[in-house]
């Protein structure tokens, strides 16, 4: 099994370093070898330095929404009421902005099918938020794709306004 998680500070867009926490591996060679591993960080950084082509027999993932909210992690009390402790745990808020900029051009430079279609989308999106939230998305569909088995499946929990998109 590989889980990836998520790290706290992805929001902020800083290329991830796997932490201490995270089992570095000494090449994509031992994600054969070597099962039940959690990876800790950016996913698409995780998914292209670790995991091969097709080594993949099912994906779930959970990605932010583009829902327009913080999300917060709220913590219980011993007898487990609600604590008034919580964390702030991601936002979920997507605007085009420089990064938005950026990986839209990577993915549109590698051109075929999918560069394609996001130069589609641009088309009638522009510069909007879900223009942002698909380009944050779609080089991330890509790696996961290409580490799925043929036999594989891909599982992706989305927002039915960004469902129709993701799709494509
Ligand atoms: C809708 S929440 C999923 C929550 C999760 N299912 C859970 O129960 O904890 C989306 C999660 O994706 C994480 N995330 C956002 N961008 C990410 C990325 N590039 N790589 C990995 N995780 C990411 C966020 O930090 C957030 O925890």
Known sequence: ??????C?????????TLTP??????STQSVTTEKNKLYYGDNLEVLRLHVKDESVDLVYLDPPFNSRQDYN????EKDGSQSSSQIHAF??????????????E?????????ADTMRAFKTFLFNTDMMAYLAMMAP????LRRVLKPTGSIYLHCDPAAGHYLKI
């Open 91 to 104: 936002e979920d808020t997507w605007e085009w902005n420089i990064d938005a900029m950026r990986a839209y």
């Open 8 to 16: 706290p500070s992805l929001h902020d867009r800083v290329p991830s």
């Open 21 to 26: 926490r995270a089992p570095v591996l000494p």
């Open 73 to 76: 992690v709220l913590f219980a």
């Open 140 to 143: 991330r569909l890509v790696e």
């Open 106 to 114: 990577q993915i549109v430079e590698q051109g075929g099918r999918v």
């Open 1 to 6: 099994m590989l889980l990836l998680r998520p």
